[in-house]
């Protein structure tokens, strides 16, 4: 049920705020672009296509780790979500432990905020999350940052009956 609902979560990142119009161009994160084709995304080394679901045009393809992320993602990564539309990559979305159940510390944010500033990104908008560790287990937070990637949401949200998760949601934004 916990990995259900963090797909849920995971899938709904993904339509966030969606606009249509791809740059096969563009950088998307993990050394994908976006617009990049299903079949080419299944050829990256490590990346697994097999478990996904379509409907009218959009497919949401997941990716789960066992323990922790594998190249081409970042070690702390516990479950990644492509998701497609017409069969191009539309949406990356990264997700990781924060804290167990029961307890409040930051885990591995600081560690997906100094990944962000390697690509770039201007995380001082983010510092808020890194004060507020100990709230986590009683509120959920959300930031939307434009980048060089398109737009980035970073969120932390707590979970029923299983800890604190964060995510990052990678998307192109339309022209």
């Known amino acids: 049920m916990k990995k259900g609902i ?3 979560l995971l899938t709904l990142a993904c339509f966030n705020g969606y606009a249509a119009g791809l740059n096969t161009e563009a950088k998307a994160p993990f050394g994908l672009k976006w617009g990049q ?3 080419d995304v299944g050829k990256v080394e490590d990346i697994d ?3 996904c679901k379509g409907m009218r045009g959009y497919k949401a393809c997941e990716i789960d780790f066992f323990l922790e992320g594998q190249e081409p993602f970042t070690p702390w990564t516990s479950n990644i979500i ?3 539309k017409n069969d191009r990559l539309m949406s990356v979305v990264n997700s990781y432990s924060v804290s167990e159940f029961k307890k409040s510390d930051c885990g591995n944010i600081p560690k997906e905020i100094n990944y962000l500033s390697s690509l770039n990104v201007d995380t001082a908008q983010l510092g808020e999350f890194k004060k507020s560790c100990g709230d986590f287990e009683n ?3 959300k930031k939307t940052i434009k980048t060089s990637y398109g737009s980035v949401e970073f969120a932390v949200t707590k979970i029923p009956f299983a800890g604190v998760v964060g995510y990052t949601s990678y998307r192109l934004d339309g022209e």
């Open 49 to 51: 296509l097999s478990n």
């Open 82 to 84: 492509l998701m497609f």
């Open 37 to 39: 084709n299903f079949e």
């Open 139 to 141: 509120k959920s937070m």
């Open 6 to 8: 963090i797909a849920g």
